[in-house]
């Protein structure tokens, strides 16, 4: 029998939920027929994600916790025995050159993207191989993990991290079932970055992509899907770069 797309029987776990991508990965997997958890700092704004949600038929429910604290996580813990899918979203980015970049914007995003993102892994995956049903875990990182851009160095080396954290936690993890793989997004419009995209800077960014255009956030629906279901089964410690072609567009 081929392995389908479908979700259904699965439950999925999404951190940085709150909004943004993560609210639309997990709106987008609910779709698909999966039980979704919602988590978060804050738990207003996850109450009215998880609204949105139940509005279009989905189901979820929310999860107030901080990713970057292993405590938390720990309390979290009876929540992760049926889930099937992670998706480590959670993230933040301090924008400055590199001479002025702070030291607690440093340590802000790497406890965020790098730390948050082996901690949720580990208190998931441990219930994965708990349970003994394998999982899918889908790191969130980027195509600035991969190459360089000015000013936000900090974020670029925390998806870097992000890239090599898939690859070793994948071979870890294999033998109990657990596949890792990552998305690596390019650019793609939100509606935190909406205005700078329509200023000058933001249109000569744009005609250097291939495709010409920005991605939009259903622009991953495809890849994440994938990487949820059983359809990728055999895929582990991958890279799915989702960017219109700008990290094969010239130098």
Same mark, same amino acid.
């Given at each position: 029998m081929l392995p389908t797309f479908g979700l259904q029987g699965k439950t999925a776990f999404v951190t940085g939920a709150s909004g943004g991508l993560g609210a639309h990965f997990a709106a987008t997997l609910a779709s698909c027929g999966a039980e979704v958890i919602l988590g978060a700092r804050r738990a207003d704004a996850?109450?009215?994600?998880?609204?949105?949600?139940?509005?279009?038929?989905?189901?979820?429910?929310?999860l107030a916790l901080d990713v970057t604290d292993a405590a938390s996580l720990a309390a979290a813990a009876p929540s992760f025995a049926q889930v099937d899918i992670l998706v480590n979203n959670a993230g933040i980015v301090r924008e400055s050159a590199f001479l002025e970049h702070?030291?607690?914007?440093?340590?802000?995003?790497?406890?965020?993207?790098?730390?948050?993102? /082996?901690?949720?892994?580990q208190a998931v995956?441990?219930?994965?191989k708990a349970a003994g049903r394998g999982g899918s875990v889908i790191n969130i990182a980027s195509i600035v993990g991969l190459r360089q851009s000015g000013n936000i160095v900090s974020y670029?080396?925390?998806?870097?991290?992000?890239?090599? @954290?898939?690859?070793?936690?994948?071979?870890?993890?294999?033998?109990?079932?657990?596949?890792?793989?990552?998305?690596?997004?390019?650019?793609?419009?939100?509606?935190?970055?909406?205005? /700078?995209?329509?200023?000058?800077?933001?249109?000569?960014?744009?005609?250097?992509?291939?495709?010409?255009?920005?991605?939009?956030?259903?622009? @991953?629906?495809?890849?994440l899907i994938l990487l949820a279901s059983d359809a990728s089964r055999y895929m582990t410690g991958a890279v799915i770069e989702i960017d219109g072609g700008h990290l094969c567009s010239t130098l």
């Open positions: 996850l109450a009215d994600v998880a609204g949105a949600i139940r509005e279009t038929g989905g189901r979820c429910s929310t702070d030291a607690a914007d440093w340590d802000a995003v790497l406890d965020t993207n790098v730390k948050g993102m /082996f901690l949720a892994t995956a441990g219930a994965m670029a080396v925390s998806k870097a991290a992000a890239i090599q @954290l898939t690859k070793v936690s994948a071979l870890e993890l294999a033998r109990y079932g657990i596949r890792v793989n990552a998305l690596a997004p390019g650019y793609i419009e939100t509606d935190i970055n909406r205005e /700078f995209w329509d200023s000058d800077s933001g249109r000569a960014m744009i005609r250097r992509i291939p495709q010409r255009r920005l991605g939009q956030a259903n622009d @991953l629906d495809g890849a």
